[in-house]
């Protein structure tokens, strides 16, 4: 019997073939790479699952997961993906949505009158809802067709997007202009809920990025920061391949702080401070 060490002699038992048989699991439903340093992590995100089962050890609950997988997989995916998120994170991309790209945009599509942004790896949805007040800040007519397609694998993550109710403290720091114009308060002054204003451009839908994507595009602007960390070079390379087969020529992407496309994409010139427009 596979030995159990000292740092996973909790709760639950969790053995190295344990841990071996969620990483290989998660690579195959997600992509996701769970590397050594990620067992504290996955023991805490899968006790959960353990717990909510009242099973006795994460052997258990593997055995129960194999047995139910498609009523389980879902609860087994949301538990491992990180869900990190704020509103305006990153301000340098909002700032270039601001003051740069949007004004181009609303000048060079005057005709058409249409504006397609994806948020992939949207979480809660702060980052989608930021984009929304990015775009009712720089103003646009009414009369525009604008739409921001928020995407992520965690279902649940999703639903919290759709209610756009969010503790208080995840608006502190922002500007009052932005916290009077587009939230309002609960009564209590425990949460804040978006307005409608921002929350009629955002479309919610669960996707896998490695799975079949049902979008036509194209997108004037891809976000997904923040994403590709948890990927292997060979995804990555495909992920922006497909990124780029939904952006035109002159289109914009931006990816996380700690992320780069050296090495992974020619498709993309970089503009600095993780914005790239995409050249083929």
Not at 98 to 122: C, D, T, V
Not at 165 to 175: H, Q, R, T, V
Request: charged share 25%; net charge positive; glycine share 6%.
């Amino acid at each position: 019997m596979a030995s159990v060490s000292a740092s996973e002699e909790r709760e639950f038992p969790m053995t190295e073939a344990d841990f071996r048989q969620i990483s290989a699991l998660a690579g195959e439903l997600t992509g996701i790479v769970l590397a050594d340093h990620k067992r504290t992590m996955v023991y805490s995100r899968i006790a959960r699952r353990v717990r909510a089962h009242g099973l006795r050890s994460v052997r258990e609950y593997l055995d129960y997961l194999e047995k139910n997988m498609a009523q389980e997989a879902t609860d087994f995916i949301n538990s491992l993906t990180t869900n990190l998120t704020s509103f305006f994170r990153e301000p340098h991309h909002f700032r270039f949505l601001r003051e740069q790209l949007l004004p181009q945009l609303r000048q060079s599509h005057h005709a058409g009158k249409r504006l397609r942004i994806w948020s992939a790896g949207s979480s809660t949805g702060q980052e989608a809802y930021s984009i929304a007040a990015t775009i009712r800040q720089v103003g646009f007519p009414p009369d525009w067709d604008i739409k921001i397609l928020a995407t992520d694998l965690d279902s649940g993550v999703l639903e919290t997007g759709r209610r756009g109710i969010y503790p208080m403290a995840s608006i502190e720091g922002l500007d009052d202009s932005i916290r009077k114009r587009f939230f309002m308060y609960s009564r209590d002054g425990r949460e804040v809920h978006v307005k409608d204003e921002l929350r009629q451009l955002v479309h919610f839908k669960r996707l896998n990025l490695l799975e079949p994507w049902p979008l036509k595009g194209p997108f004037d602007v891809i976000f997904c920061r923040n994403v590709v960390i948890y990927f292997n070079k060979e995804t990555q390379r495909l992920l922006f391949d497909r990124f780029a087969d939904l952006l035109p020529a002159g289109s914009h992407l931006m990816i996380g702080h700690s992320e780069n496309l050296s090495g992974i994409s020619n498709r993309f010139a970089s503009l600095g401070q993780t914005i790239y427009r995409k050249v083929q």
